[in-house]
RNA sequence: GCCAAGGUGGCAGAGUCUGGUAUAACGCGUCCGCCUGCAGAGCGGAUCGCCGCCGGUUCAAAUCCGGCCCUUGGCUCCA
C-alpha cells in the first residue's frame, strides 16, 4: 500500500514518488510574524505535523522546513505596540509563535529559517534572474517578468492576459502581473495606514525602524515571494519533494515561487503541491485582518492540545473545516471517547483479572481491522479523520471487552494499547498519559480523602450531603465517575 | 470578469480519483433499553438523508458525462 496525495500542480490525487526513495524534503510556508497565531494557522501546523509524523512512520527520513517572515509592511504596522522596531515586533512574535508550536505537540522542524537571516541568498537569486533576463531593474527596485517564464499559471491556471486585465498598472511595472523581487528603499507610511491598531506608533516613526539591507541596486528590501524560494533552496534542494502552505497562498505566492525558482534554476521546484484548506466561522475564513479568530493560547488555554488536534484532525487537511462552538463540542467527545477507550484497557491490563489464558477475538481482530484501516485512511492523501475514526473503533472494541468479561485478555489488551500508542501518539500526536505527575497526584489524594467522605454518606442514605460532596469536588475541576471498582475522581 | 474548491441526515463530516463487498462510515444531538440511589462513563438499539437541480451513459451512479443553480476561497496583505 502506497502514499497517494492530491497535487494541486495536476489536480489530481496521485503515488507519492520523491526524488530519492528513502528521504522525503519538505517546506511548509510559515506565517508573517505581524500577529498572534489564530486557529487556521495551527490547523496548518497540526497537519503538516502529521504529514511529517507519517512519512517518518513508513520509513522516510524526512528533512523539514518551515519559515517565518520577519520582515513585512504589517509587522512595521505594530510598531510602537508590541516592539520599538520592526526587528523587536518580530522577535516578540516569533517567540510567541514557538511557544505556541510547542503547546501544540509539534514536532520540531528541521530549521525555521527566517528572511532576515536570508538576505545574501535573497540577493544571489534576484541577481541570477537578472542575469538570465527573467528580471528587470527600474530605478533600484527589480521585478520579475512574467511573460519571460512560459509556465507562468501552471499552479492556479492563471492566463497572464486575463491578470493582466485585472490588475493594477503602477508606473514601474512592464506588466500588471509582474511582481517585485527587490523593492527600493524602505516603507512608505501610506503602505502601512490601513494595517495599524490604534495604539501604534505613528506611520512615519514607525517606517524609520524598517530593516533595510545594502543590494547591487541600493538599499532596499526583498520582495515577499522571494523569501521562500531563496530559504527552500538553501535549506533544501532545488528541486524538494513536498510544498505545503494555505490554499490562499496558492495564488500569487506560490505561483511566484515556482516562477522564481524555475527560471533561475532550469529544475522543477516541487514535485507536490498539498494545499491545507482553509478554516472557516459561519461562512468566512478565519483571518487576521477580519478579526474574527480564536488565538492558539486562547484555544489551547481553554480546551488543550488534545483536543485542540483532535478538533483540527477531525478534517481532512485539503477541505476546509468549519469553527464553531458544536465543531468543537464534537471533538471534545470524539478525544474524550479515545481517551477513556486507552485509559480502560491500561486499567485492565493492570487489573488482576487480567490473563494470559484468556482471548477475546473480537477484540483482537478489531485490533488488527484498526491498524488496517489507520494506514489505508492515512495513506489516502493523509486522511486524519478516517484515521481518527479508525482508533474510535477501537475504543469501542476496548470498552466492549471490558464491560462483557470478567477475565480480561491481557494479550489482546495489550496491543490494543500499543495501537493507541503508535498511532494515536506517535502518528496523530495526542497525549494519552497527559497530566498524572506531581500536582495532580497531590490533588488526587485528596480528591480520593473526599470520596471516601462521600461513600460514607451515601452508605448512610445521606445522598443531599454526598451530591454535594460531588459538586464541590467538581466545581474545582474534576469528574466524579461511581464505577464498579468505587468512586473515581479525574482531572 | 477570470481561476480554484465545494454543495451528502438536526449539526458536523467520510465515501466521489479506482461505478456494484453500503441497509450511505465515525462522532455530536434526540429517543428507548441495560447499568446506576441519581448522574456520568460505557454497552445495545432507534430516529433523521437516497447524496444541490435537470438530463444522459450503464445490468448497476453519491460515485462517470453534459447543462444549470448556489456557497466559499484566490485574483491586494493572508496558513
Known amino acids: 500500500m502506497t502514499l497517494r496525495v492530491t497535487n494541486t500542480l495536476t489536480g489530481e490525487r ?125 530605478d533600484g527596485s527589480v521585478y520579475f517578468d512574467v511573460t519571460a517564464f512560459d509556465d507562468y499559471g501552471k499552479l492556479s491556471n492563471q492566463q497572464v492576459d486575463e491578470l493582466d486585465s485585472q490588475g493594477e498598472h503602477t508606473g514601474e511595472k512592464r506588466n500588471p502581473a509582474d511582481f517585485a523581487l527587490w523593492k527600493a528603499g524602505g516603507v512608505d507610511p501610506d503602505d502601512i495606514a490601513d494595517h495599524q491598531h490604534e495604539d501604534a506608533a505613528p506611520p512615519e516613526e514607525a517606517c524609520e525602524t524598517a530593516q533595510t539591507w545594502d543590494s547591487p541596486w541600493g538599499e532596499g528590501r526583498p520582495g515577499w515571494h522571494i523569501e521562500c524560494s531563496a530559504m527552500s533552496t538553501t535549506h533544501l534542494d532545488d528541486t524538494i519533494d513536498i510544498h505545503v502552505g494555505g490554499q490562499d497562498l496558492v495564488f500569487p505566492h506560490h505561483e511566484n515561487e515556482i516562477a522564481q525558482s524555475e527560471a533561475a534554476t532550469g529544475q522543477q521546484f516541487a514535485r507536490y503541491w498539498l494545499h491545507v484548506g482553509l478554516l472557516e466561522t459561519k461562512d468566512e475564513k478565519m483571518s487576521s485582518s477580519l478579526g474574527n479568530f480564536s488565538t492558539v493560547a486562547e484555544f489551547v488555554g481553554e480546551h488543550g492540545p488534545n483536543v485542540a488536534r483532535t478538533f483540527l484532525l477531525s478534517t481532512a487537511y485539503h477541505s476546509k473545516a468549519t469553527y464553531s462552538a458544536e465543531t468543537v463540542a464534537e471533538a471534545e467527545e470524539r478525544w474524550e471517547r479515545l481517551q477513556t477507550g486507552h485509559r480502560r484497557a491500561v486499567e485492565a491490563t493492570d487489573s488482576v483479572d487480567a490473563h494470559t489464558t484468556v482471548e477475546d477475538d473480537d477484540l483482537r481482530s478489531t485490533v488488527d481491522e484498526v491498524r488496517e484501516a489507520f494506514t489505508a485512511a492515512m495513506n489516502d492523501d493523509f486522511n486524519t479523520r ?28 495489550r496491543r490494543a494499547i500499543e495501537t493507541f500508542e503508535d498511532l494515536g501518539e506517535g502518528v496523530l500526536g495526542l497525549s494519552f498519559g497527559g497530566e498524572s505527575e506531581g500536582d495532580v497526584r497531590v490533588a488526587q489524594e485528596l480528591a480520593d480523602l473526599l470520596l471516601s467522605v462521600r461513600e460514607q454518606e451515601r452508605e448512610a442514605g445521606n445522598y443531599e450531603r454526598a451530591d454535594e460532596l460531588r459538586d464541590e469536588l467538581e466545581a474545582l475541576g474534576a469528574t466524579v465517575e461511581d464505577t464498579d471498582d468505587g468512586p473515581v475522581a479525574r482531572f
Request: hydrophobic share 40%; charged share 30%.
Open 386 to 413: 478516517e484515521a481518527t475514526t479508525a482508533l474510535l473503533d477501537l475504543a469501542g472494541a476496548v470498552n466492549r471487552h471490558v464491560d462483557d468479561h470478567d477475565a480480561y485478555d491481557y494479550v489482546g489488551l
Open 14 to 138: 496521485e503515488a507519492f514518488e520523491p526524488r530519492d526513495p528513502d528521504s522525503v524534503l519538505l517546506y511548509y510556508c510559515g506565517l508573517t510574524t505581524s500577529d498572534p497565531a489564530h486557529l487556521g494557522h495551527a490547523r496548518g501546523w497540526v497537519h503538516v505535523d502529521v504529514m511529517h509524523r507519517w512519512l517518518d512512520h513508513l520509513g522516510y527520513d524526512v528533512r523539514h522546513v518551515e519559515n517565518f517572515t520577519d520582515v513585512n509592511e504589517k509587522i512595521v504596522a505594530r510598531v510602537g505596540e508590541d516592539g520599538d522596531s520592526e526587528a523587536d515586533v518580530a522577535r516578540t512574535y516569533v517567540q510567541q509563535v514557538i511557544r505556541d508550536m510547542r503547546s501544540l505537540n509539534l514536532l520540531r522542524a528541521d530549521v525555521y529559517p527566517r528572511v532576515s537571516e536570508h538576505v545574501p541568498q535573497i540577493i544571489d537569486l534576484v541577481e541570477t534572474l537578472l542575469d538570465r533576463d527573467y528580471a528587470y531593474e527600474v
